[in-house]
Structure formats: structure tokens, C-alpha cells
């Protein structure tokens, strides 16, 4: 069993982080295994033809199937505003005989071939793994990276509402059923027996981490807990618009709100929007103040970013003219 002491200064320094770097490293795995989960189902078959363009040997290598993740895979999460580039520059810096020593604990009971094991056993071996982590999630997670961040902004929004409703004990009640909570202490049911008693905890949502949870125990400060995010079920559903000549939406809002309306599933910025759906930030940002106006959306800062959401009366809405194009379609 793991336990994570509460301390007055881990509850101080409880956070919330994104880590680009995990969600790299658990879609890999989730591919290495050979058996995709049907809620990540949508993601491989996008990615399949990406994936065969990188280095399968080496990214095996580093993220073999089956058993243990090297723990430097999950360094340098440290705030919503993470990015792929400063955790992979840790990677990169990161001791060759620690960075070894980890792999060939990976490594136990799956094969690896010799040529991979010398380009490892290589003094540049961190900077090797650092690159095609980079080429890797360039290639197939980049393009998904807004629609993923989507996911963790509202799972970052839903917990803060618990937080401010029923303190920590309600944040952390559904985040996953390994945890329990006492007065003293969060306890987590592992094959790992570790106390820790750090000053602070961050905490990071992901999507490819579900079902599994994964302590970091503080490699490089303060121990995290990387967990499934909330609302990945639809993440990869894509829901028709609906046609022209039935939306009933787009005659009541105008077809644009209508549109931004069907996108705000999950939260986006003003830019995200406006690159899905193919209208100038501008535009959307007006459409945006009307909406919002009218109590179809809410919106909150995340860093340096301003979310917008649906709220429960737009989703509603748009669930009821997407029930009545399918009643049409079937009719």
C-alpha cells in the first residue's frame, strides 16, 4: 500500500497539472499491449497510420508492454500550463545510469532487441529517448491535443466545484476506487509499500492513465497522482451537425452559435473554437459574449486561457435538436 501523509502543507500545496509527457507515455502503452480499450478505440484507429511512421523498436524499448513504467516518464508536470517541450528537456538531462538502470527494470520478462539495448547503453541514450519521445507525440498526439486538453480543463472545473462544496475529502471521494481517504492520510491499494509524507501533492487528470492511477512518488520534489480524467466516454465521439434543412438550433441562434454550441461538449478557448469550426477569433469571441449573455455558456480562467463551456440548459438544447434530426433520419 502507498500512503500519502496530509500534512497541513501537502493540503497548502495541493495543485492541479497537466502532463503531455503521460498522456505520450500511456497511449504508448495502451498500443504496446495489443489490446485497446474500446473507450481509446476512436483514438487508434485515427493514429494507427501515424504510429507505423515512428520508431516502433525504440518506443518499445522505452515503454515496453505489460508491467512497469519508467518513473522519469512522468517528471516535470507541474502546473495546466506544462508543455511536451519542458518535460521532454528533463528527459533529456536526466542521468544515464539512473535513466538505464530504470529501463532494465521495464525490461523485466519482455524482449528487447540488441540494436535497441546498444543505442540505450549509449551515454546519449537520455537525448535518443527524449527525441523520439518528441517525434512521437508530434506525429500522433499534437493533433489531439486541444480535444484532449478539453477533457482535462472540465475534470480540473468538476473537481474545484467539489473542492468548494465539500472541501478535499469530496474532491477526492470519486477520483479513483483504489484511493481511500482517512483523517490522516490518502491511501492507495498498490503492489508498492511506500510512506510519504512530502510538502505538497499535484494532482493530474489524464486520458490514456484510465482505468489505472499512477504515483509518481517525487522524483524530482513533491509526489503526484496521475488519474483518469472524467468524460473521456464521448471523447472520441463525433457528433453529427445537423443537417441544414432540420436545424431547428441554428433557425433559433443562428447556425454559427448553433455550431459553437454542438463544439462546447467539452471546454475550449476562443482559439480552439475558432479553428474547429472555421470562423475568425473575433467572431467567435462575439458569438461567445451572446451566448453567455443569454446563459448558454460559462466560461472560467485556466492559466492563461479563458474556457467556455455549455451549461446544462444549451446542452439540453442541443441534445434535443440532435434527438429530433436522428427521429428524422429514421422516420
Request: proline letters at 5%.
Amino acid at each position: 500500500m502507498i500512503q500519502l501523509r496530509l500534512s497541513s502543507a501537502v493540503l497548502a500545496r495541493t495543485r492541479f497539472a497537466f502532463s503531455p509527457l503521460a498522456e505520450a507515455v500511456k497511449s504508448l502503452y495502451a498500443a504496446h499491449s495489443g489490446v485497446i480499450h474500446p473507450l481509446h478505440r476512436g483514438w487508434y484507429d485515427r493514429a494507427r497510420g501515424e504510429l507505423r511512421r515512428t520508431d516502433s523498436d525504440l518506443l518499445r524499448a522505452i515503454v515496453p508492454p505489460g508491467g512497469h513504467v519508467a518513473e522519469f516518464l512522468f517528471v516535470g508536470a507541474t502546473s495546466t500550463e506544462t508543455t511536451i517541450e519542458e518535460q521532454l528537456q528533463l528527459v533529456a538531462g536526466w542521468p544515464h545510469e539512473h535513466l538505464l538502470l530504470e529501463l532494465e527494470q521495464a525490461w523485466r520478462g519482455v524482449g528487447v532487441t540488441p540494436d535497441v539495448r546498444r543505442v540505450l547503453e549509449d551515454a546519449d541514450a537520455p537525448q535518443r529517448v527524449a527525441a523520439e519521445l518528441e517525434r512521437y507525440w508530434h506525429q500522433v498526439l499534437a493533433p489531439y491535443w486541444p480535444r484532449l486538453r478539453g477533457v482535462l480543463d472540465a475534470d480540473v472545473a468538476y473537481r474545484l466545484d467539489r473542492l468548494a462544496r465539500g472541501g478535499m475529502a469530496s474532491l477526492l471521494s470519486d477520483l479513483h476506487p483504489s484511493l481511500q481517504l482517512t483523517d490522516q492520510a490518502i491511501r492507495i491499494n498498490s503492489a508498492t509499500d511506500s510512506d510519504i509524507d512530502g510538502g505538497g501533492l499535484t494532482l493530474v487528470p489524464s486520458v490514456f492513465v484510465w482505468p489505472r492511477m499512477w504515483v509518481e512518488l517525487g522524483l524530482l520534489g513533491e509526489p503526484s497522482l496521475t488519474y483518469g480524467a472524467r468524460g473521456i466516454g464521448t471523447l472520441w465521439a463525433d457528433r453529427p451537425l445537423p443537417v441544414e434543412r432540420d436545424d431547428a438550433l441554428g433557425e433559433l441562434l443562428g447556425r454559427s452559435r448553433s455550431q459553437i454550441l454542438m463544439t462546447l461538449q467539452v471546454p475550449r478557448s476562443t482559439t480552439d473554437l475558432a479553428r474547429e469550426i472555421g470562423l475568425s477569433a473575433a467572431t467567435v469571441s462575439s458569438h461567445l459574449s451572446v451566448l453567455r449573455r443569454t446563459g448558454l455558456v460559462t466560461c472560467w480562467r485556466s492559466g492563461r486561457r479563458v474556457l467556455y463551456q455549455r451549461t446544462a440548459l444549451a446542452s439540453v438544447m442541443v441534445d434535443a435538436g440532435l434527438a429530433d434530426v436522428r427521429d428524422e433520419a429514421h422516420g
